[in-house]
């Protein structure tokens, strides 16, 4: 191919390398910055947090891919609002993307839209299980384990995804097999689908509503019908992805360098 040049040709690269196809409508594109520019060098990251921008900036690379929104929403429909309140928060960070010549290419839907799904196969792989079940048209993930009781698998899970406030339900002794991914934040619509299946024991989610499917895997733990429900925390359900990925792209962008950036999570449990 032709040596990659600008930040739209990095994107183009991508978008023509993955598996899916990009949806007519979807919030995959650039966020902030020229599209233009040439590309110096590429961060990969979960979420492009001010501190993530000011690494990238460091590491001498212009073009930041984040999994997760710029300006803290998923449609990226906030910004006028927090613009016309001339919000501090965001006018540092604007002012910081703009000073640098930071572009930033969200990059989403395509890949969960990948079977599986790109972010639960990432995940599943660093927490060494293999999927045995993918529904291709909802790409609801499970997998099977070796037997082990709900308190050892949410450690399992914490330490191995680095997440500093992991949450989990149920009995600490009770022994699980099938664990569903729900992971990032997909609703409770799907959440609860997946709790009440008999062939799954215990749900991982990335994030919840505590009275949507907080409640329900409360009342379903109670009325038997789930073992437990494990809420890991967003970014770190998903930051395997976005290592795999950084991982990946030299072989779509030969002439680039491409680092991975974690985004920390900086939640904390006392």
Wanted: with cysteine; net charge negative; charged share 20%.
């Amino acid at each position: 191919m032709a040596a990659v040049t600008t930040a739209a040709d990095v994107a183009a690269a991508i978008t023509s390398a993955l598996p899916a196809v990009p949806r007519p409508v979807s919030v995959d594109g650039f966020l902030d910055g020229d599209p233009a520019a040439p590309v110096t060098g590429v961060v990969v990251t979960t979420m492009a947090t001010l501190d993530v921008l000011r690494t990238a900036v460091r590491l001498g690379a212009n073009l930041v891919i984040t999994h997760e929104p710029l300006y803290f929403d998923h449609q990226d429909a906030a910004r006028g609002a927090l613009a016309g309140e001339n919000d501090p928060v965001y006018n540092v960070k604007r002012a910081f993307v703009r000073d640098h010549g930071i572009v930033i290419w969200h990059l989403h839907d395509q890949q969960h839209d990948t079977r599986p799904d790109g972010i639960d196969a990432a995940t599943a792989a660093a927490l060494g299980w293999d999927l045995d079940l993918v529904e291709a048209a909802s790409g609801a993930a499970v997998a099977t384990l070796e037997p082990i009781t709900l308190g050892n698998l949410a450690r399992h899970v914490g330490e191995t995804l680095d997440a500093r406030a992991l949450r989990y339900l149920g009995d600490p002794g009770a022994v699980v097999t099938r664990v569903g991914l729900d992971l990032g934040f997909r609703g409770f619509a799907r959440n609860r689908a997946l709790l009440r299946r008999p062939d799954i024991d215990v749900l991982i989610c990335g994030e919840v509503h505590e009275w949507e499917t907080g409640a329900y895997a409360v009342d379903a733990v109670a009325a038997g019908v789930a073992v437990g429900l494990v809420v890991v925390g967003h970014i770190p359900s998903e930051q395997s992805a976005m290592r795999t990925l950084a991982g990946w792209l030299p072989r779509v962008l030969p002439d680039l360098p491409v680092q991975f950036v974690p985004t920390p999570d900086t939640f904390r449990a006392p």
